[in-house]
């Protein structure tokens, strides 16, 4: 925003703004080429039995309006650019949790030539759920760790970058006085 | 810019591959006049996996786990398809009870197949509290599938030459439970769907189609008998114990999107039926049979019916560890004709109702992909051209 | 209702004047083997009589060296196989062509649904389907090179599958 404040009050927004992440993480579901199980189960979280409302998670269809991309799928080819697409659209702060052991490793399509094997080839990854689907105890678990590393102030370890490409980045408008 | 310098006021809509609409990742596109869909294309390979030659480089037992991972929603089926064709190639047969527990898998799974397609139908008509009502209820028999095998969403129940798990009387008498709670919920559904006046405004009528255009289409499963196209591979076709346990085939006449929704609510509830005489007459016997590590040379075809329709697997083994070809052609692939050709006259407003009519399975049919455009031209927005007007909407 | 040896003898009549063989394989399915020029009339015979429904159309890699893995076959065929079902007798068209003359009439004219084999044809085993109404790129993605064909056997995907067989 470029608002120039003094350090306390500085100290001051950031908690604020810690605070209403950790309350209310919005998240982005993006299938990037799995077998629709971990998708059913991460659907299945919304719903009645497990309620991930209750903790202030809400799955948002717009990748701008997102905190966190919960990717399942081991990266189809054809998948690969629209994820891309869809993390850089993603405002900053941004965060992703990969589901599933395809999401992981690639899983059981290891060797499928239409796959790169993993989403941590593709994005930089902050928390892996495994299994073959995992449960949804286990998906909301995922989350919880990041809200919990948030909570801390501790920003999940990044082992990688992602370059936006120029013609997709932030631009500049010229702003008459 | 201006609408009129295009001389037509066409505009193609694109939707997806990530769209709230869409759980899953599909891209399509809608021509529109106004409101009116005068056309669309769809364009899959998102989800394309490789799988089939992948099958190739794996053991006959590998195969088992891969083929079950196609699709997570059908995925015992798959795997069902799978044995079977193999069992029929080795020239073994699964003994009675591992036959009859296929089916019992093969029918929970329709169950919760049914109900998350009448949640997500729900959903896309903007009814969420029926999606939540159905959702909640499908967790019954996920937990009647745990109980049975330890896991909600891939069971694994298949071997080659028989099951894995048993199922206890003890089992049976907890599932009988659930699926008496099941029942009694799935009238109340059949009573919302038939009488609810918004959500009738919103199915009745649409995206009909007739049993000829089903037929020329090559349409299948619910969405076929919808429009009065009697043909059922559990019936034509018994496989499984569907011999000694057979289902009846619930058609419709209207070929709309409420008969789509009647007719899965009617056959779920026929699972239920058919599942209590499987409980009652449970046949006795071993679980697996022995069969050969090296499955003989030879070519097979094996047809199952999926919650979605016909599942078609063509398998051809060279004698030795590994398949030869493993070909999968599944349900949704063969229901996508049909949504491009219902979709034209409609508003833009019921295209996601008429997608979600035929329950579409982009995983289980991304291994291939179909795509037909209109070449007369409209004007495309590229994604650089939406995001330039976006800016300077907003500037 | 006929019976499934009912239904069959009548697809073997239809497709007698085209077939170059027959077989039966299992009980309940009649392979018919035919030269590429009779294919269309075939197919044509069997709408005509409105016998069942294509199922799918299934393309089969035969190098002519078998064995050998990772070697790049030059000759071999592709056999392709259109299965007809009507309730559960299975009828399937086999036409053979060789890697060098891989052409195929398309049979959409006759079956507009059959688009979507033919596609998976072209791409998967570079098999040129004549008159199909769309040829652009469709399974693959945008980025796959052209020309490679994956579902021949002589593709060789770069991070193969290496696990072992189970048992020893």
Sequence with gaps: ?177 | MTFEQHGENRFIVPIGPQHPALKEPGHFEFVVDGEIVTGASVRLGYVHRGIEKGAEDRTWTQNLYLMERICGICSHIHATAFVQGVEKLAGVEAPPRARAIREIFAELERIHSHMLWLGVAAHEGGFDALFMYSWRDREVVMDMLEMLSGNRVHYSANLIGGVKYDVTPDMMDKIRDGLNYLEERLVHYLDVVNNDETFIGRTRGIGTMTREQAQLLGAVGPTARASNFAYDVRVDAPYAAYTEFPVEMVVAEEGDLHARFVVRILETMESIRVLRRIFDNMPESELVTRVPRRIPAGETISRVEAPRGELFYFISSGGGEKPERVKVRTPSLCNWGTVITLAVGHKLADMPMILAGIDPCFSCNDRLVMVKRNHHDPQLWTWADLRNYGIEYYR | MSSLEEILTSAEKLLHPYALNFNRPEANRLDVYLARENLLPAVKAMVDARWGYLSTITGVDRPASAGEEGQPAEQGEIEVLYSFCAGAAIVTLRVRVPYTDAVLPSICPLIPSATLGERELMEMFGVKVEGTPDTSRLILADSWPEGVYPLRKSFVPAARFSGKAEGG
């Design chain 1, 1 to 177: 925003m470029g608002l120039e404040v003094s350090k306390p009050w500085q100290q001051v927004l950031d908690k604020i703004r810690t605070w209403a992440r950790v309350n209310s993480p919005w998240a982005i579901h993006f299938n990037s080429g799995s077998c629709n199980g971990c998708d059913i189960e991460i659907l299945a979280t919304l719903t009645p039995r497990y309620d991930v409302e209750r903790f202030g998670i809400k799955l948002q269809g717009s990748p701008r309006h997102a905190d966190v991309l919960i990717c399942t799928g081991p990266v189809s080819l054809q998948a690969k650019d629209r994820l891309l697409r869809i993390y850089w659209q993603m405002p900053e702060p941004k965060f992703v949790i990969a589901v599933g052991s395809c999401g992981l490793s690639g899983g059981v399509f290891h060797g499928c030539y239409n796959i790169v094997h993993g989403i941590d080839e593709v994005l930089p990854v902050d928390v892996f759920v495994p299994g073959c689907p995992p449960r949804p105890e286990g998906i909301i678990y995922g989350v919880a760790v990041l809200l919990e590393a948030l909570k801390s102030g501790k920003r999940p370890e990044r082992t990688m970058t992602v370059e936006v490409p120029a013609e997709l980045g932030v631009p500049k408008v010229e702003v008459s006085q």
